[in-house]
């Protein structure tokens, strides 16, 4: 009888064992999440997809007002859409307290920070040092003190051992993605050319529209969007998707040092002038608030919105440039532009009208190699990424070749953040950032922070 016990009590004990080891192999990690201060509607595209391991249950901690109440509405619109809806149920907190009161409830685990950057840095280290993971949309800082908390919540976090990253959705898109495979290709791009300040190895701009669309609706943005002191100025805000990308493709997973890779060439910046008219259309405001009274001249608003840095990177070249515009032309939306010079080739996308406002990927042949023996190098190049690519193709036109891209690969900025969302959910369920993240991120600001002060 004894033995018999004894067996019974060994195989209970086996079975819990290795259902718990089942457990923490297999299940992924439950993920709750706290929306903090939402002012921008990067907030509600994280949410517009619906993700496994995430709970429907999503916190918000806001001030009273109208950016909360945008942000609300436009996840009630995806909850209530009538294709693939989601089923996200709003628990929300509003007083000028939110900030405090989310640090004592805790009631998730991950926060997402999409809104005012000029409190931004602030809400990361104050999230962190509360042992929380961030997910915070860029730019994370817009000025030197703030690259001094953000470098203090990095290292919070190592400590805590919880993940702080920033949303860069221009990875997920395929023509950079292809424009990053191809320039990985010697035979076809050879070595990344030489250059210098008038001709930089690699160049990249984008132009931006304060009135657009989003979700199919009108895009309201707040007037803060409109102050470079609380939303940025243009040289530290979109201008770090660009260099992000100039990172990214050209030292893939390599960890860049800041403080000795990075060399400020020349930076400046200026301003987009919009009208009342203008400003009244996109913020539904009749008139300007006070506090952008200091950039208004002539009833004119002046928005420092656009910039340019000139740069070295581990010694390499790099031009980057943003833009905005009120509106859009005709049929048109964002557009981007980028060149990667090599010493056989240059990889180059275009989003013009010739392209019908669509990224398209080309391919410029710039050494003396003939014509057939090239040809025979880029139909190779491409027969190769079709393994990983399927659908994609090549055709000559004129002195150029151009990547045909098959709409599947196509799915647009919106779905980039569920992208984004997804790898986030994948290294908090291993429980770290790739090695070179981080040290890649402090980078990149740090890049858009000395520009600045260079421009100023």
Avoid at 122 to 137: E, H, K, R, T
Avoid at 193 to 211: I, T
Avoid at 282 to 298: A, G, H, I, Q, S
Wanted: aromatic share 10%; hydrophobic share 35%.
């Amino acid at each position: 009888m004894k033995f018999l016990i004894k067996n019974v009590l060994l195989v209970f004990v086996s079975i819990l064992f290795f259902s718990s080891c089942k457990n923490n192999g297999s299940e992924k990690m439950q993920i709750k999440l706290m929306t903090l201060d939402p002012g921008h509607f990067h907030a509600a595209l994280v949410q517009k997809n619906q993700y496994d391991q995430v709970s429907s249950d999503v916190f918000i901690y806001a001030p009273v007002g109208e950016d909360v109440e945008d942000h609300m509405n436009r996840i009630i619109n995806y909850n209530s859409r009538s294709e693939n809806p989601t089923n996200w149920n709003l628990d929300v907190y509003k007083g000028a307290d939110y900030f405090e009161k989310m640090i004592k409830d805790k009631p998730g685990n991950v926060v997402v920070i999409s809104g005012n950057n000029m409190k931004k840095a602030d809400y990361i280290l104050g999230s962190i040092n509360s042992g929380l993971n961030v997910l915070a949309d860029k730019p994370m800082c817009i000025n030197k003190e703030g690259f001094d908390l953000l470098l203090k919540a990095f290292e919070l976090a190592k400590q805590k051992n919880v993940l702080l990253y920033d949303i860069m959705t221009e990875r997920s898109e395929i023509t950079t993605i292809l424009q990053k495979e191809l320039i990985e290709i010697p035979e076809l791009f050879g070595d990344l050319a030489k250059g210098s300040l008038e001709d930089p190895v690699v160049v990249k701009s984008s132009v931006h529209h304060f009135f657009k669309y989003v979700s199919g609706n009108p895009l309201k943005r707040p007037a803060w969007f409109f102050d470079s002191s609380q939303q940025g100025d243009g040289i530290v805000d979109v201008t770090t998707h660009l260099v992000d990308l100039v990172q990214w493709e050209l030292f893939p997973e390599q960890i860049l040092d800041y403080k000795n890779d990075i060399k400020i060439v020349e930076s400046k910046h200026w301003p987009t002038i919009l009208t009342k008219q203008e400003f009244s259309a996109v913020t539904k405001m009749d008139k300007y608030p006070e506090f952008l009274n200091k950039f208004v001249n002539e009833g004119n608003l002046n928005v420092y919105s656009n910039g340019e840095i000139n740069y070295q990177l581990k010694g390499v070249n790099a031009k980057v440039i943003v833009e905005w515009k009120y509106q859009a032309p005709e049929g048109g939306g964002d557009t981007h532009y980028s060149i990667i010079r090599g010493t056989k080739s240059n990889i180059i996308i275009k989003q013009g009208k010739e392209q019908n406002y669509k990224p398209e990927l080309y391919i410029e042949k710039i050494n003396e190699i003939s014509e057939d023996d090239f040809e025979q190098i880029v139909s190779s190049a491409i027969k190769n990424l079709q393994n990983k690519y399927p659908g994609i193709s090549v055709e000559k036109e004129k002195d150029i070749w151009h990547i045909f891209i098959p709409d599947n690969y196509r799915v647009g900025h919106e779905a980039h953040f569920a992208q984004v969302m997804e790898r986030y959910l994948e290294y908090l369920e291993n429980g770290k950032l790739p090695e070179w993240e981080v040290p890649n991120i402090i980078a990149k600001y740090y890049t858009t922070i000395q520009a600045l002060e260079k421009a100023m």
